[in-house]
DNA sequence: ATCGTTACCGGGAACGATTGCGTAAAAAAA
DNA sequence: TTTTTTTACGCAATCGTTCCCGGTAACGAT
């Protein structure tokens, strides 16, 4: 079934006019009279008229679209900084293509390839966990394909970055845990490839020096899926509950290894803050909910989305090839509750539920 | 900055052909040569040729995209829609436009007139809240636009539908109160006029009935943004607890109702179970991770968006006039946890938090 | 009377790909 | 050898739109 829509040569036959001056007369050009304009605005308007976008992207040799990939849409912070994306993109006449990754390398290529013969004319990327050859994205880019990269961002290549202060975020955590009475803290980490993964790595490590507690590698765990598959998640915990001097407080290292960390505890009968304190970045809006409630660190996800929008469009609409880029970094927020509350208060506080 | 791509031109002039006998090489048919073709076939290789989706597009009257609105992406349910929905799209070599109405009926209007001015093939949609009119979905239906209507269906429009067992699902979930030994179950609701809200309305107050209880409609209270805005959960609940004959257990009727109002609950310092028996529709994966972990109705949302997907597909590719529509009911399962047991366990059970 | 302006409008070539039709040359049949 | 058939390719129209060229009036100035 087709859904068949009005041209600009079915108003030029109507009205006895040639297509070009409908065109013109749609455009508001000076050449057409103003009698004859009225007569094709009020017609076109009569019989709703709309313009083919295909046949313009077609013409102007662009789709006014662009391509989105992140991991996965369930996922809170991805979804946040998606709202962000569309957002901007829906008020410049942009729309949106999203694909997902789901961590893998070869869906990541697959969507990149599908994307651009799609003739989208630029595209935002959060790499899989996987990724570790980025030729085929450079290449993209160096062909002239407007690209921004958000939270895993590619260093090799150069173009606008969106990311928040990882470093930051991680150092802030520990911090809290430290000074929260914490004496062993582990990390439950991404994939170490990932940029973000080595940023918060970095600032949890130089929280323990700074504070004089000293760096156990056997704290560190890696998990190469970012949580998304959760006996990952299990493993990691496992390896950290084996030797004698446990950790009594873990820093998970992104939205899916936080709230899996939780699940696996208490699956375990663990108690959180208990017999561990736990800290993580997430944006779930459910993590005051949670039994306990969730320490975290939140990322400002949808201006994010927002910002790498922008930043894109300047990209695409610009007249000659950019060569100054910039990589725009964000603040996270660190949100206290429960979860690394070392003596365990028995009042639970419920005043600051309602917010959001 | 563009991205110039390769057509077929450019593999014509290089090889000496002219743009037909590539595009027929191309495409293997059996007017060309084997010689002629090996040549511009290793050549397209060569130079990475893929044909432009726009010309085509516009050749063949198709975009080959869908439209998909939804009133939000960050939300659970509706990102595991999206995520079937992808799934069977990105298989058939269609590409995904996802837009939200946020609840908004002008929004979604206008998202419809984007995205039919954007000639997508075909839409797949879930009405929000506020939309009372229909008449340009309908409009749109009759000119030949390929629907398909999920969740929040229309019945005034005749195209292919899926929903869960509403009826059902809110049915089992009420009698699961009962049967848990509940006096007194109020329900929060969405808006009044939306399909969802009526079947499960109707499902709670069967169960009532069959039970020999009787349907107070003061315990009945609707919430016209679906629990999008908290502040009208706090009204319901707030409303709720004035009587002297207060309710000792909830049914919400939909995701944001069920954690709205756990958030509401907890804010005032109720304890679930123990206060207020709670279970609702959901379908958050952090459910049992909250405190209480919360009994809910799951639907089969990524199904859904696949059944969805797959009759829109057909409807698309139908050739002549689809006349025969049907409606397919997909089941609910309802998850028994924590907040509905009347008399709490002390010991929590621990041994299923790894499933899923 | 001739020329230059101005005001309006149409023809037709793009954009990239497909496809019906026409046709030259080569192969097969007469 | 002549006719017919097959093979293999090119021409041109098409999709909807824009825009570069024109073209033709009407009118004033010389």
Redesign the pocket.
């Known amino acids: 079934m087709k859904f068949?829509?009005?041209?600009?040569?079915?108003i030029?036959k109507a009205l006895?006019?040639?297509?070009?001056?409908?065109?013109?007369?749609?455009?508001d050009s000076?050449?057409?009279?103003?009698?004859?304009?009225k007569l094709v605005l009020e017609y076109a308007e009569k019989i709703n008229?709309?313009?083919?976008p295909?046949?313009?992207s077609?013409?102007?040799?662009r789709s006014r679209s662009i391509g989105v990939i992140v991991c996965e849409i369930a996922n809170s912070y991805f979804s946040q900084i998606i709202n962000g994306i569309e957002s901007i993109a829906y008020n410049n006449g942009y729309n949106v293509i999203i694909s997902q990754s789901r961590e893998s390398a070869d869906r990541e290529m697959l969507n990149l390839q599908y994307l651009t013969s799609r003739s989208v004319d630029g595209l935002i990327i959060s790499v899989s966990t996987e990724t570790k050859d980025f030729s085929y994205l450079k290449e993209l880019h160096d062909r002239g394909m407007p690209i921004v990269f958000f939270d895993r961002i590619v260093d090799e290549i150069e173009t606008h970055k969106v990311i928040v202060d990882n470093y930051k975020g991680a150092y802030d955590a520990t911090t809290h845990l430290i000074n929260s009475g914490y004496k062993r803290i582990a990390t439950v980490s991404n994939a170490p490839a990932l940029s973000i993964a080595k940023e918060r790595l970095a600032g949890y490590k130089a929280a323990l020096t700074e504070h004089g507690m000293e760096v156990d590698e056997s704290l560190i765990k890696y998990c190469a899926h970012g949580g998304m598959i959760l006996t990952e998640v299990e493993e990691a915990i496992k390896e950290l509950l084996k030797p004698k001097n446990k950790p009594d407080a873990i820093f998970a290292s992104a939205d899916k290894l936080t709230t899996g960390c939780l699940r696996i505890l208490r699956s375990k009968g663990y108690t959180v803050p208990g017999d561990f304190g736990l800290v993580g970045f997430s944006n779930t809006d459910l993590t005051e909910l949670l039994d306990p409630p969730l320490s975290v660190i939140r990322q400002p996800a949808f201006e994010m989305g927002e910002v790498a929008t922008n930043l894109l469009l300047q990209l695409i609409e610009s007249k000659r090839p950019v060569t100054d880029f910039e990589t725009k970094v964000l603040t996270t927020e660190l949100l206290i509750r429960e979860s690394t509350r070392k003596k365990i208060a028995k009042t639970k506080p419920v005043a600051s539920l309602l917010k959001e």
Chains 1, 2 share one sequence.
């Open positions: 068949e829509a009005v041209t600009i040569k079915d030029a006895g006019l040639s297509t070009s001056t409908v065109s013109r007369a749609l455009r000076y050449e057409i009279s103003p009698e004859t304009k008229y709309h313009p083919n295909i046949a313009l077609l013409k102007e040799r």
